[in-house]
């Protein structure tokens, strides 16, 4: 595992407001601690630096895995998965009020799929925080 500063790590929360750049989940209602991803894991070639990291949730991250791409379920094309940094979250997905995080796009389908956070269990405790004012979609 690569040495990230403490000063790059605060960038990463900070710039991400402590909130998952995947589901949305702000890292106050997470069971474990928000972790720092590179999008491009380090043995495809992805640096630790500001561009390559984002704030993942445990689940999230776990799922990803070190995933850069899978096959559309609709269209069977390989397409990337969602970038926090060269993809804005809003055109990609829409939080609905049920919970259900839906995807707009190709690249929305994949990640969905890949970091599976549309699991009954996770929908239904994201449908009680939205219920609550507790969660919101990033950049908002
Ligand atoms: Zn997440």
């Known amino acids: ?15 991400a407001k402590s909130r998952c750049e995947y589901c949305c989940l702000h890292e106050f209602y997470a069971f474990f601690a928000h972790e720092i991803d590179h999008i491009y894991a380090e043995k495809h ?4 630096i500001e561009t390559n990291l984002c704030l993942a949730c ?11 791409c899978s096959r559309d379920p609709l269209t069977g094309d390989v397409v990337t998965l ?37 699991r009954i269990e996770l929908v ?6 939205i219920a609550k004012g507790g969660y919101k979609e990033n950049d908002t």
């Open 1 to 15: 595992m690569t040495y990230i500063s403490e000063s790059l790590r605060r960038l990463v929360i900070q710039r």
């Open 45 to 48: 070639g992805g640096d630790t």
């Open 58 to 68: 445990a689940d999230c991250n776990r799922h990803k895995g070190s995933d850069i």
């Open 82 to 118: 969602f970038h926090p940094r060269r993809h804005e979250w809003q055109t990609h997905f829409r939080l609905a009020e049920t919970g259900l995080i839906e995807p707009l796009t190709a690249n929305g389908r994949v990640t969905e799929r890949v970091l599976q956070f549309n």
């Open 124 to 129: 239904t405790e994201r449908a009680r925080l």
